[in-house]
Structure formats: structure tokens, C-alpha cells
């Protein structure tokens, strides 16, 4: 069991560094690098020479590599090309505000998608399940940007009852943020909800048709009882990691509600930094992003492990 | 999974490609929803074939006397902030998302199911290597991956096409491997082994065919969610350069003045989303037709 765990970890270490070295390849061999972007049409002669020995772009890529790596491991990732701030004060409060939103978003999401879909697997066929999973497609499979925009469109511009963008600035207390905050965190629990009432439901399906539910209901076990002690605990693991994955994506790809919400979050930083060519800044995103994405995933990975005594012997078996 | 495995008695006497085709199809339609996604994803691909011919106006030419007109016996959807009719931009605005993403998506389940069924294949630390780089790629917020490559290389469909059949196709990996899985300890792939087959002919023979219903699958599953990239990039600005149609970016434009003017931007939203909705219906009804689950995908 420890070694397991010990195993995971170990990947989990292997996958962020990976992850940084394809970041810092990526910005490497992108055409450009920090001179250039500052300098625009100037970059060339001796500025760009001097710019470069400043900046110490004129150091060869390993020592760079080890010199950031080193530094993100402190949480240090330098000062951000385009507005001279620390990156880390920079990130700092959007990485609080994407947070807030992706809590909001799974207060408000997680109950209804566990609630619904248990009950869409119960009632499974019946009207109540169709129009669960009706509104669960669509909620999926409609761009976020247009469903952000209809609610705006009806909340915010014929209703008026909640403002449709957010005005508060990045650094401002929690408290700020709400009402503005409502419609983003509806936009976002909607899709989130549908992904996990999905998957609740094929799962609570899956363990409804197995043999020894059979069993239970052919030995005369009652029918409440049978659902809470032998279905439920078998058929929500498998959503721990779809969990997971929401959560990772919750903190990092919310782009597109960021941006037509003017939320100040993680995701349009990162789309103003790849737009202003602030490839330090670009670096130290994608490596916290990515970081969250490891670590949460990990986490589910353990949970699942602890959860479910069979998948620890038949992974021990494996190995 | 229920995948029906292809033995070399079936296959020898399976009916021709063609009808096996028309088969799969009825399958698929024989269910209302399946039929009502068919028709979408059919009628979105004849219009995008046949629209130049169909509209009724030049989609970039501006009118100052019909800002924001509402939709009349002329203008059938209105015009926009511009003075350009709808109708004819919604009409056109499917085109390069479509082509793009019908180029790209093949692209991107052919390169990574190869790869994937390889890796199943062979296992070992090539495998355990390549996977966990694919875990690396799978890490990274797909928006950042695109918008880096766009943002340098710009936003033709020379560089779409390419960028969005790689990234799309790192997942498939994932999903072809677990397949191949399945199927590398069967009896026949023994038996391919056995007769000294190569590693290429025990996949092209043998894994191939048994994994092709899955990798279908997941093609019609990446289709929506490329056209879903897509748009969201234009949508961003980092997509279709005006003045050229696009749904994406039109919703965009008329997101300003959607409460005095809807039609700019209903006209736009009704037509992606039902090519969307109608690739997901399709997509649940190939992975039902072929007896592939589909249910248990993560929302990536």
C-alpha cells in the first residue's frame, strides 16, 4: 500500500517536471523570446544584444532551465516583462479569485449533480430521466460562451435583475465580488454539473444491473436499504475522478467565462500574457495550472486507492 | 464495453463496406434522436457546401442606413452593427469551421490511435515513456497550448489544422491504448504472434479492426469538441479574421447589442448549437449502434 502510494507520488513529481520542461522548450522554440516583445521593431543591433544580456537571455537554454526551474520551485518566477510587477503578486490574486469561482462553482454544482444523478439512475427511462439527461446534454454540449451570453441577455438585459459583467477589480476582498459573481458561477456549475450527473448516472446504472443487486433484491433486501449499504457506496467512486478533472479544469480552462464575464481570474491573465507575449509570466501560469492539474488528479487517485480495497489487491497482483 | 470482436471467420464473410455503411446508418437513425442528430449534421454540411450559392448578399458589404435592422421581408434575419445582412453570414459562418475541423479530426484519431494501439502493442518503457509526456500535454489547458502556436504563427488555416489535429489528438492516445488493451491478450493475437507475424501486420490485422469501432467513436466526440475550440477561439479573437463570416465570431459582435438587437446574435448561436447538439446525438448514436460505452468520458 505504501509503495503504491509512494509510486503515484513519484509520478505525480515526474509528470510537473515534464510539464515544465515542455513549457520551457515550447516558449524556447517559439519564434521571439522577451527582448523582442519589449522592443518590437527596435529589437535588433546592439539593443537586442544589450536587452538580452540584461534579461541574461544570452546564457545558454540548461542554465535558463535550471535557473527558472529552480526558482519556480521556491515560487519565484521573476518579474513580469510588460509590467514590471513580481509575477508571484501577480498570479497571487487571480489565483484567489479563479479559486473563489471554482468553489462557488462546486457549492453550488456538486449537490445537484449527485443529487440528480442518482435520481435520474433510479427513475431511469421515466420522464424525470430524460429531461435530467436532456438538460445535462445541452448543458454540455452548448459553448459556454453562448449559454454565458443568453443568461446575460435575459438576467442582466431584460430582467435586469443581476449585473451581467464583472466590474471589481483583481485585487479586491471576496466580499466584493458577489452579486457580480452569480451569473459566471452558474455559467460554470452547469457544464460542471453535467459532466459528474453523467457520469454519477452510468455508474449508479452500471452497479444497478450488476449480479449482486440482483442478489440482494432476490434475498428480500429492502429496497431503501439496498440503495444507501450496496449501491451507492459501489457506484459514486468512479466519480471521484471525473471530480478531480472538473476541479483541475475549474482552476485552469475557464477562459471563455473569464473573458465574457470580464472576471479578473487565472484564465484571462493567461490569455492577456500569450496575447502581450509576457512569456515569463505565459511560464509561470501554465506550470501552476498544470501543478493543480497533477495534484488534484493524484489526490483522486489516492482517494479511489484507499476507497476501494479491490483495486489495491488487484494492483498489487499487477505489480 | 460490448465491442463485437471481429474473428477471421466474420470477416471473411462480412458484406461489402459499402453496405456495411447503409447498415450502421439505419442502425443509427432507427432511434429519434440519432435521426434528429443525422439531419443536423447533414443539413449543416449541405449548406456549408452550397451556400455561396445560396445566399442572397455579399457577406462583407457594410450599410449605413441598416444598422441593426430587424429582420424584414429583405433581410429575412436582420442586419448587424455593420449594416450586414445575417442571413447570409449565418449561412457562411459554418464553412471554415467546418472545413477546418473535418480536416483536423481525422487527422488527429489517425496519428493517435496509431500511436496508441502501437504503445498497447508493445508496452514496456516506450510505452511508460510516451505516456507520461501524453500526461504531461494533458496537464496543460488546451487554450493555452492553441493560443501559444497561434499567437506566433497566426490564425490561417495552415496553422489550425495542424495545431488542432496534434492536440487532439494526445487524448486519443489514451483511448486507443486502453483499447488495444482489451485485445493484445486475446487468443488470436496470440495466435498472429505465434505464426511470427510482424507488428505491423498483428496491428493492421488483427488490433486495427477490433479498436476502429471505439476510434469512430471518439472521432465524432472530437469533431464537437474541435468545433467547440474553434468557435470558442474566434470568439476570443483568435480564430476567423473579420471581416469573414464565422458564427463565433459574430456571437461575439453582437453580444454588445443583444438586448436592442437579438437577431445579430440568436440567428449565430441557433446554428452552432445545433451542429453541435446534432455531432453529440450522432456521436451517442454510433457509440450505441457500434456497442461502444461512451459514458464514462472525462469532461477533457
Known amino acids: 500500500m505504501l509503495r503504491m502510494v509512494l509510486q503515484r507520488l513519484m509520478l505525480g513529481v515526474v509528470t510537473v517536471a515534464l510539464v515544465s520542461l515542455i513549457i520551457f522548450a515550447g516558449v524556447e522554440l517559439l519564434p521571439g523570446d522577451a527582448c523582442t516583445a519589449v522592443l518590437q521593431r527596435d529589437a535588433h543591433g546592439q539593443r537586442l544584444i544589450n536587452c538580452r544580456k540584461e534579461l541574461g537571455l544570452d546564457r545558454p537554454a540548461y542554465v535558463r532551465y535550471a535557473g527558472w526551474a529552480a526558482g519556480a520551485v521556491r515560487g519565484e518566477f521573476g518579474v513580469s516583462a510588460n509590467s514590471d510587477t513580481r509575477i508571484s503578486e501577480l498570479v497571487g490574486d487571480r489565483v484567489k479569485n479563479s479559486l473563489l469561482l471554482g468553489i462557488c462553482a462546486l457549492a453550488a454544482g456538486l449537490p445537484l449533480a449527485f443529487l440528480f444523478g442518482i435520481l435520474a439512475a433510479l427513475k431511469r427511462d421515466k420522464a424525470l430521466d430524460l429531461v435530467v439527461s436532456g438538460l445535462a446534454i445541452s448543458a454540455m454540449t452548448i459553448p459556454e460562451f453562448v449559454s454565458a451570453t443568453m443568461l446575460i441577455l435575459v438576467f442582466s438585459g431584460w430582467l435586469g435583475w443581476l449585473p451581467g459583467i464583472v466590474l471589481t477589480s483583481a485585487n479586491a476582498p471576496v466580499a466584493k465580488f458577489f452579486p457580480e459573481i452569480i451569473l459566471p458561477v452558474v455559467v460554470l456549475s452547469m457544464v460542471m454539473t453535467a459532466h459528474i450527473l453523467r457520469t454519477v448516472r452510468s455508474s449508479m446504472i452500471e452497479v444497478l444491473d450488476s449480479d449482486y443487486v440482483r442478489m440482494a433484491t432476490l434475498k428480500g433486501v429492502p429496497y431503501r436499504s439496498m440503495i444507501l449499504r450496496h449501491v451507492l457506496p459501489n457506484a459514486l467512486l468512479p466519480a471521484i475522478n471525473v471530480v478531480a478533472l472538473t476541479v483541475a479544469w475549474l482552476l485552469g480552462g475557464v477562459v471563455v467565462i473569464e473573458t465574457v464575464f470580464n472576471y479578473p481570474g487565472l484564465g484571462r491573465l493567461m490569455v492577456s500574457a500569450i496575447s502581450d507575449r509576457d512569456l515569463a509570466l505565459v511560464q509561470a501560469i501554465a506550470l501552476i495550472v498544470a501543478s493543480v492539474y497533477v495534484v488534484v488528479n493524484l489526490t483522486a487517485d489516492l482517494l479511489t486507492l484507499v476507497a476501494n480495497p479491490r483495486l489495491r489487491t488487484a494492483m498489487a497482483r499487477h505489480a | ?300
Request: charge should be positive; aromatic fraction near 8%.
Open chain 2, 1 to 300: 464495453m460490448t465491442t463485437t470482436i471481429l474473428t477471421p471467420a466474420t470477416v471473411a464473410t462480412k458484406p461489402g463496406a459499402l453496405q456495411r455503411l447503409a447498415q450502421l446508418l439505419r442502425d443509427m437513425a432507427s432511434r429519434p434522436s440519432g435521426a434528429v442528430g443525422l439531419f443536423l449534421v447533414l443539413l449543416h454540411l449541405l449548406v456549408a457546401i452550397l451556400s455561396p450559392w445560396l445566399v442572397p448578399y455579399d457577406y462583407k458589404t457594410i450599410s449605413a442606413t441598416l444598422i441593426l435592422a430587424p429582420p424584414d421581408a429583405l433581410h429575412w434575419f436582420g442586419t448587424d452593427q455593420l449594416g450586414r445582412d445575417v442571413f447570409t453570414r449565418t449561412l457562411l459562418g459554418g464553412r471554415e469551421a467546418i472545413l477546418v475541423t473535418l480536416v483536423a479530426t481525422p487527422i488527429a484519431v489517425t496519428w493517435g490511435g496509431l500511436l496508441g494501439i502501437y504503445l498497447g502493442l508493445v508496452g514496456g518503457r516506450i510505452d511508460n515513456v510516451v505516456m507520461r509526456i501524453v500526461d504531461a500535454f494533458l496537464a496543460l489547458p488546451w487554450i493555452l497550448k492553441m493560443l501559444l502556436l497561434i499567437v506566433t504563427f497566426g490564425t490561417g488555416i495552415e496553422v489550425l489544422i495542424p495545431t488542432l489535429a496534434t492536440f487532439y489528438g494526445i487524448p486519443v492516445i489514451r483511448i486507443a491504448r486502453a483499447a488495444a488493451h482489451n485485445v493484445v491478450a486475446r487468443d488470436f493475437v496470440l495466435a498472429s504472434r505465434a505464426r511470427g507475424h510482424g507488428k505491423f501486420t498483428i496491428i493492421s490485422r488483427e488490433l486495427l479492426p477490433n479498436v476502429l469501432d471505439a476510434l469512430m467513436v471518439e472521432g465524432a466526440m472530437r469533431w464537437s469538441w474541435m468545433l467547440l475550440a474553434f468557435s470558442s477561439l474566434s470568439f476570443l479573437g483568435f480564430g476567423v479574421a473579420p471581416p469573414n463570416p464565422d458564427w463565433g465570431l459574430m456571437i461575439a459582435d453582437a453580444r454588445t447589442f443583444l438586448a436592442i438587437a437579438p437577431w445579430a446574435g440568436l440567428y449565430p448561436i441557433v446554428a452552432l448549437s445545433s451542429l453541435i447538439i446534432g455531432i453529440n446525438l450522432t456521436a451517442d448514436a454510433l457509440a450505441k449502434a457500434l456497442g461502444v460505452d461512451r459514458a464514462q468520458k472525462a469532461p477533457i
